[in-house]
């Protein structure tokens, strides 16, 4: 089981960025997808969740109508749009298989002019 | 959201030592509460979900207890790996939520 996040890195305030997660090793569509952050030492925090067809997604309040999650069964990869960053999103990111319990690497974005 | 508290933030233990966290919720989760270990470097992983179901592969020494806004990690003898950041979270509604973390450290 793999999973590989992309797409992070440095930004200013009001940017954008999207993060990809591709998956392997297990039976993509089947399971929802989420995303945590860490704000690096500090806690774990809730991001945003997909059903296995796309069609249900949910957010945290902090991030909702600025993020979108989204994901492409066929390549087995699952986004994070982020739209109006704040510098309190920089953060890693992490994708992970709640179900199963497979977590990322993690991807680190950084909001900062 | 749901709101997630646990407490303490912090604690110092000895190897051997019983040590205990606390979670509360802001309203009424059931039993859709799950603990995590979060080892510097690692990444996180589940140790007990539906908030007293041992996950396959975890010490005994970890139990799980409560239900409704009320909940409790236990390790009964602490281990030199058991020190780390354990985080509750909730699974109850649509949006999951943790609670802030309990660091525990050598004493």
């Known amino acids: 089981v793999q999973l590989v996040e992309s797409g992070g890195g440095s930004v200013q305030p009001g940017g954008s960025l999207r993060l990809s997660c591709a998956a392997s090793?297990?039976?993509?569509?089947?399971?929802?997808m989420h995303w945590v952050r860490q704000v690096p030492g500090k806690g774990l925090v809730w991001v945003a969740r997909?059903?296995?067809?796309?069609?249900?997604?949910n957010y945290a309040d902090s991030v909702k109508g600025r993020f979108t999650i989204s994901r492409d069964n066929a390549k087995n990869t699952v986004y994070l749009q982020m739209n109006s960053l704040r510098a309190e999103d920089t953060a890693v990111y992490y994708c992970?298989?709640?179900?199963?319990?497979?977590w990322g690497q993690g991807t680190l974005v950084t909001v900062s002019s | 959201d749901i709101q997630m508290t646990q407490s303490p933030s912090s604690l110092s233990a000895s190897v051997g030592d019983r040590v205990t966290i606390t979670c509360r919720a802001s309203?009424?989760?059931?039993?859709?509460l799950n603990w995590y270990q979060h080892q510097p470097g690692k990444a996180p992983k589940v140790l007990i979900f539906?908030?007293?179901t041992l996950q396959s592969g975890v010490p005994s020494r970890f139990s799980g207890s409560g239900s409704g806004t009320d909940f409790t990690l236990t390790i009964s003898s602490l281990q030199p790996e058991d020190f780390a950041t354990y985080y509750c979270?909730?699974?109850?509604?649509?949006?999951?939520?943790f609670g802030p973390g309990t660091k525990v450290g050598i004493k």
């Open positions: 090793g297990f039976t993509f569509s089947y399971f929802w």
């Open positions: 309203q009424d989760i059931s039993n859709h």
């Open positions: 979270q909730q699974s109850y509604s649509d949006s999951f939520s």
């Open positions: 539906t908030a007293s």
């Open positions: 992970l298989n709640w179900s199963e319990d497979y």
């Open positions: 997909i059903s296995g067809d796309g069609s249900r997604t």
